[in-house]
């Protein structure tokens, strides 16, 4: 197949080309010829409606043939009739319907002639139907009497077939038929017995002829069916009664055949035609037909019958069907048979034609005709479409050979054999040319092929010669023919060159030569590269629901870029360019996106790419993963008191295997409608033997689990209910619980629904005081608690709870001990102490009360602590009591954040579930001095070149008597110190302001102000300023500070910022508490830092911590004391919990029970640390 590349002609081999190697080659138009007959028509109507009939006969040759045409074997002159309209160089006409045209039917033949002879026409015949029409007619009515056979004739009229036949009546309503009315295959209308109910006045036969699109009408016919033929027959009325009572019964008699053909007829079909047998009987009761073949087997296909068994009929009728059939009539009177021997014959089959061909001089000519038929057919031989007359013919001639030997130029002819028998004729020709000419080559030359590399070339050289020429093919300048392995010269010419290489490219001569001459053609083959297909992924797994991407990587040859194509292909269906499924399937040049991917989708994704040369695929394994489909058909079996045997069909595992089924449950009794797991499988298990509870209506569903995830349920299983038992297990986790002193509550854990075991669940509690010996107390309940009065306090009790049911008592249940209810301690600690550890902590040391005297669980020891009075000033506080608690049997604990330099009474008491113990006689203790807190305030209050002036508030505590103050500066430049840190110590602690001099200009600086007490210095308060200029001051102050808009804008200012503070302030005050954070800040403790830094981890504040490289000079007077003692001397306050930085959460949240108010300052705190 060849296509064109280009403008320059590059013709290219596009796929294989095979060409049957032994065809002959087609004789070109330009050599001398015999006619061919090309076309003509066949058997044609010609139909009242058309307006023109074409009678077709082409054909070709050299000399350009002429034609004349027979009718019914006779010359016929297509000049003879004006409506006959003729072409040049054609033999087809065209009739020209003007009316009568039945002058025209009859058998045509057509011949086409030259100087060498004579082409034949097959006949070809031309019907031309008249309208069918029933011939007027007064049809007398028919009278019968009631029993009688009646047969109404149609005779229809003759008319193209297929001939429809319908029995209806005036109204067009159908006639009913069943086995005793039927219709005739010629279509007369039998009875085989009339009843009353047939008489009627509207018979009327249609007959329709659909290719003549008409449909004529036979005038009704009366049929009157009566019980008496004429009312005198008898004499008497009782003989007149009697023959009107009689009913005719008789045996069934043939209608067709006919008696008058005997037992026995012959019916003759046509090979491959339909076999129609009918057999019609009248008799009364109605006769029931049926069928039997007497000789050979029926066809293997049970043979239709039609007509109410009155047919049968044998489609594609073969020699098999060949024959003797019966038919039987019976009745309970008797039976009636017909046989029918049946032939099948077949119209002439060629089992040889004659071939014609190109034949040189000198050679011999060997023509068969032989055909097959039944009748055998005769043959006869006909030259240039006359009969041969063996007489003159030089060549010897027989029923199925002609031969001729040493062929000259002038034994050119065509020759006719036609085989005929009764049902047909055949003919074939054969064209014997005879020629002597130099090769042809039918190939234009310099033509320019191409292929790509691996694919077959194949170089045209089509060649007409006689004799036959010999054609050899040679590449480039090199004489010699091309002989490598993949290079095949067909018997065409052609040049085939197989899995071409990049070296095949160039030019290559196809030389013919023969005796009587010699030519040759240049052809160019070009070879480039093959195209190249990449799909990724290459089998992709994708979940359902999820999207796929797929990309087809294509390499081509750049000189195919103009033809390259790209499609998409799913299972072998081209998929659509543009987007599919409302834009779920995106498909863009080199890219198939799909979205939302569903189980269709699943399959071989083919990319198909095509050059003008040659195709290349690639394809990817789309595989969608998705959960199991549920299973199905679950069946129950091996039923058991305790257990069953359920199995079931696994669902489509799509693509991923199921690595489990989970069985699960719904009982009908407790929980109806909830399912529950009940077991697991795994996953190529599809049967589970199932253990039960008794008394539970189960019903079960199994879902299946792949790596995807679960299935949908399956549909639940029939129900199957175990029978009661007494239960199995006792219940748990038995325990006391009382709430009052003087009570023992026991409670245990319920069974659940589906540990009872049968009906009437109860619990047989049985109790006794541990140590005493005497008789189990015992009551039986139903709820899950009981309750006992009048028990001692705290004392242990043995308790066993058993369950029982209608159908008994579950096992002997184990024993367990509780305690009756609990009552608050009755003592109070002793021997109460403090340890100062520092300003803000302490330890407190007591001694526990007696066991006895704890009367329940003892939870732990409870502090209490309250200020009463500062040391600074004297000044009593009012009474706000603090506590924390220490869990557990311990004596001391550590008490923190408490306020330095002040008096504070202690208490400590033991407390139980019931609640607190008396406390013990209140200890005094006094906290020494701690460092300062931060000052206020730092403000700068007047900078100059190399000075300024520093004012600052006192500490927000003093905690101590000061003993003044620590001034500190440093340059900086942004965040980063860049100079080490002078400290300047003020000894006056009543000075709040200081002036600073020796600053360098133009230099930012960072300012410290520390309080101190004998103590130490507490945290400093900072600020930032920048120096001035050198003379940028005078300039500055004698510029603006004179101006009245400076002064106002001074003023503003002052006022706007007088306002803020104000609002800062209502703010401040009514957010009530502050976090501990903010407390440290305001009562710096360089003690309780220090143990802080010691026992919690070190935190800070960024805002407030010395810069890098001046944290040493910054706090090298603060001094860490030690500690030894741990976190668990620290107890339980009313926030107990550490913050991240270590500090305590809540620890400034003061008791507010008895009597105790909230406090704004140190307060206590509660860890949940135990001993």
């Known amino acids: 197949m060849e296509m064109l590349l280009s403008t320059k002609g590059i013709t290219i081999c596009l796929f294989f080309f095979v060409l049957s190697l032994a065809a002959a080659i087609e004789i070109p138009l330009s050599v001398a010829q015999l006619p061919t007959i090309t076309e003509q028509s066949h058997t044609q109507v010609a139909y009242p409606f058309d307006e023109d009939f074409t009678i077709k006969c082409e054909a070709r040759g050299n000399p350009q043939p002429s034609f004349n045409w027979t009718k019914d074997g006779k010359p016929f002159d297509l000049s003879s009739d004006p409506r006959i309209v003729t072409s040049n160089n054609s033999g087809t006409f065209v009739i020209q319907n003007r009316g009568i045209i039945n002058n025209f039917q009859g058998r045509y033949r057509c011949f086409a002639s030259n100087l060498l002879g004579t082409a034949m026409s097959e006949e070809i015949e031309l019907i031309v139907p008249s309208v069918p029409k029933f011939p007027k007619e007064k049809i007398e009515p028919l009278e019968v009497e009631h029993g009688d056979s009646v047969i109404l004739h149609c005779n229809p009229p003759k008319g193209i077939p297929p001939l429809h ?33 047939d008489s009627r006045s509207d018979y009327c036969c249609f007959a329709a002829f659909p290719r003549l699109r008409t449909i004529v009408q036979k005038m009704p016919m009366t049929l009157k069916v009566s019980r008496l033929k004429h009312a005198n027959d008898s004499g008497s009325p ?8 009689f009913i005719k019964e008789r045996k069934p008699k043939l209608l067709i055949p006919p008696e008058s053909a005997g037992s026995s007829s012959s019916v003759t079909v046509i090979k491959g035609g339909v076999l129609l047998l009918e057999c019609i009987a009248e008799g ?10 007497i000789t050979g087997n029926m066809p293997k296909d049970e043979p239709e019958t039609e007509n109410f068994g009155k047919t049968l009929k044998i489609d594609q009728v073969t020699a098999a069907d060949e024959g003797t059939y019966q038919c039987t009539a019976s009745n309970p009177l008797g039976r009636a048979r017909h046989e029918f021997h049946v032939h099948v014959e077949e119209p002439p089959q060629w089992l040889k034609k004659p071939q014609g061909g190109v034949y040189s001089v000198g050679t011999n000519l060997v023509l068969l005709c032989e055909a097959i038929g039944s009748p055998e057919p005769s043959i006869q031989w006909k030259l240039n479409g006359m009969p041969i007359d063996g007489r003159t013919f030089r060549g010897r001639i027989s029923t199925r050979e002609i031969s001729l030997t040493n062929l000259q130029l002038q034994d050119s002819a065509v020759f006719q054999c036609e085989a005929t028998n009764k049902h047909g004729t055949i003919l074939a020709s054969a064209n014997v040319n005879v020629l002597n000419i130099a090769p042809l080559i039918l190939t234009p030359d310099g033509e320019n092929y191409a292929t790509v590399v691996g694919y077959s070339a194949f170089l045209r050289c089509d060649i007409f010669a006689s004799p036959a020429a010999d054609v050899i093919w040679t590449k480039d300048e090199i004489i010699e023919p091309v002989s490598a392995f993949h290079y095949d010269s067909n018997r065409n010419g052609t040049l085939e060159i197989r899995d071409a290489k990049k070296e095949d490219s160039g030019s290559y001569v196809c030389w013919a030569k023969n005796s009587v001459g010699k030519r040759a053609i240049i052809a160019n083959l070009d070879i480039r590269d093959a195209t190249k297909l990449v799909v990724t992924p290459k089998n992709p797994r994708v979940l359902k629901s999820h999207s796929i991407l797929l990309k087809c990587q294509a390499e081509y040859d750049s000189h195919l870029k103009h033809s390259f194509k790209l499609s998409w292909r799913k299972d072998g269906d081209e998929l659509p360019v543009n987007s599919t499924e409302g834009g779920r399937i995106i498909l863009d040049r080199d890219t198939l996106f799909i979205s939302s991917v569903l189980l269709e989708d699943q399959g071989v994704y083919r990319c198909v790419a095509s050059t003008a040369l040659d195709a290349a695929e690639a394809e990817a394994q789309l595989i969608v993963l998705d959960v199991p489909d549920p299973p199905e058909d679950l069946q129950l079996s091996e039923n058991q008191n305790r257990s069953v045997r359920l199995s079931w069909r696994a669902g489509a595992s799509h693509n991923s295997p199921v690595n ?21 499988v795994p996953g190529n298990v599809t049967t589970a033997l199932l253990s039960l509870a008794p008394y539970v209506n189960y019903q079960f569903r199994v879902v299946s689990v792949n790596a995807v995830g679960r299935s949908q349920p399956s549909q639940p299983s029939l129900r199957y209910a175990t029978p009661p038992a007494a239960p199995d297990k006792n219940p748990e986790n038995i325990r006391a619980e009382s709430s009052e002193p003087n009570e023992l509550v026991m409670k245990w854990e319920p069974l659940k629904p589906l540990e009872r075991n049968g009906p009437g669940l109860e619990y047989r509690v049985s109790w006794r005081q541990r140590g005493v010996e005497g008789e189990w107390n015992e009551e039986l309940v139903k709820k899950h608690s009981l309750s006992v009065r009048n028990a001692p306090t705290f004392v242990p009790y043995e308790i066993k709870v058993q369950a029982v049911n209608d159908l008994g008592s579950g096992p002997e249940p184990d024993i367990t001990i509780g305690y009756s209810g609990e009552d608050v301690p009755d003592a109070a600690p002793s021997g109460v102490s403090v340890e100062i550890v520092n300003s803000t902590l302490v330890k407190v040391f007591w001694l526990g009360i007696p066991r006895d005297r704890v009367r329940g669980h003892l939870r732990g020891y409870k502090v209490n602590w309250w200020k009463t009075k500062s040391l600074l000033d004297g000044k009593r506080h009012h009474q706000e009591k603090h506590f924390l608690k220490f869990a557990g049997d311990r004596n001391s604990g550590m008490i923190p954040g408490l306020d330095p330099f002040s008096e504070f009474h202690l208490t400590v008491l033991a407390y139980s579930s019931r609640g607190d113990g008396p406390e013990s006689s209140p200890v005094v203790f006094e906290t020494p001095e701690g460092v300062p807190e931060q000052p206020r305030f730092l403000r700068i209050m007047n900078f100059d070149e190399d000075s300024v002036t520093l004012s600052w508030g006192l500490p927000k505590k003093a905690n101590g008597h000061l003993t003044g103050y620590i001034l500190q500066y440093q340059i900086i430049n942004g965040t980063r110190a860049v100079s080490a840190v002078s400290d300047v110590s003020v000894s006056n602690r009543s000075v709040q302001s200081w002036h600073l001099a020796g600053l360098s200009p133009s230099t930012r600086y960072k300012f410290y102000i520390k309080a101190c007490t004998a103590k130490g210095c507490g945290k ?5 300023g920048l120096t001035l200029a050198q003379g940028a001051y005078a300039g500055i102050y004698e510029g603006i500070s004179t101006q009245g808009w400076f002064i106002g804008l001074m003023c503003a200012i002052a006022l706007l910022t007088l306002l803020l503070l104000t609002i800062c302030f209502v703010r401040r005050n009514k957010g009530g508490k502050y976090s501990v954070k903010e407390k440290e800040d305001l009562h710096p403790d360089p003690e309780a830092q220090s143990i802080k830094d010691e026992i919690f981890g070190e935190y800070s504040d960024s805002d407030e911590k010395p810069l890098k490289g001046s944290l040493q000079s910054l706090n090298g007077d603060i001094k860490a004391t030690g500690s030894a003692d741990s976190l668990v001397d620290y107890g339980e306050g009313e926030h107990g919990m550490f913050n991240e930085d270590g500090s305590f959460i809540g620890a400034y949240s003061g008791s507010k029970e008895k009597g105790s108010v909230e406090s704004t300052g140190s307060s206590t705190a509660t860890f949940p640390l135990h001993a």
């Open 238 to 245: 009782n003989a007149a009664v009697t023959k009107a009572n």
């Open 165 to 197: 036949i319908y029995w209806m009546n005036i109204d067009l309503q159908h006639i009913p038929q069943d086995e005793r009315v039927s219709m005739s295959l010629k279509g007369d209308l039998y009875f085989a017995n009339v009843e009353e109910s």
């Open 660 to 680: 489990e089924s989970i069985i699960e449950f719904e009982e009908n009794h407790w929980e109806p409608g909830r399912w529950q797991e009940l077991s697991r």
């Open 284 to 293: 009364l009761p109605t006769p029931h037909l049926s069928w039997v073949k």
């Open 1020 to 1024: 400093a308060a900072t600020e930032e």
